[in-house]
């Protein structure tokens, strides 16, 4: 609950709740790991059997895992613009990570290409205004990745 509750925390202009995020239990990653499975199977029909199985097993990665969907402007707030429907959902999604690592997990952020696949949106019943856009996942770090060089400031910042 935490973790929701941090995400709740995010900015949303006009309140309008441009994002949702669909928690997977244990017995809907049954049915991810199938969808998983057909998307592979959309983008080759040849896969092979390791291969199916090495994508059902993609929803078996992280104890707790959820879907994160932004909302477009094509619903009843078509005046708030994507970009910031895309920035709120950032911001959840950051305090949510930031709120798994204070309770001393690890967390990050999946995506792929079966984030516009049929039966992905199909399994979790994605309207037309609404797009998965990643997958969070949680649990507790085995090993850890190398240290990624971060660009420093004077890269991204300028003065007007």
Not at 1 to 13: F, Y
Not at 69 to 94: F, T
Request: a positive charge; glycine letters at 8%.
């Amino acid at each position: 609950m935490a973790l929701w509750n941090a995400a709740a925390q995010a900015p949303d202009h006009g309140l309008i709740l441009p994002w949702r995020f669909v928690q997977v239990s244990d017995t809907g990653r049954v049915r991810l790991g199938a969808a998983f499975e057909q998307t592979l199977l959309e983008r080759d029909p040849q896969a092979r059997p390791a291969q199916r199985q090495e994508a059902g097993a993609k929803a078996y990665r992280a104890p707790f895992l959820a879907l994160a969907v932004a909302r477009s402007g094509r619903d009843m707030h078509p005046e708030i613009p994507l970009a910031e429907r895309i920035a709120s959902l950032g911001c959840a999604l950051q305090n949510l990570l930031l709120m798994a690592q204070a309770q001393g997990f690890g967390a990050g952020l999946v995506s792929g290409q079966a984030m516009n696949s049929t039966a992905l949106r199909t399994l979790f019943q994605l309207g037309n205004h609404e797009q998965a856009v990643c997958f969070v996942a949680v649990g507790t770090v085995r090993k850890s990745k190398a240290k990624r060089l971060r660009p420093s400031p004077s890269q991204f910042v300028t003065c007007l």
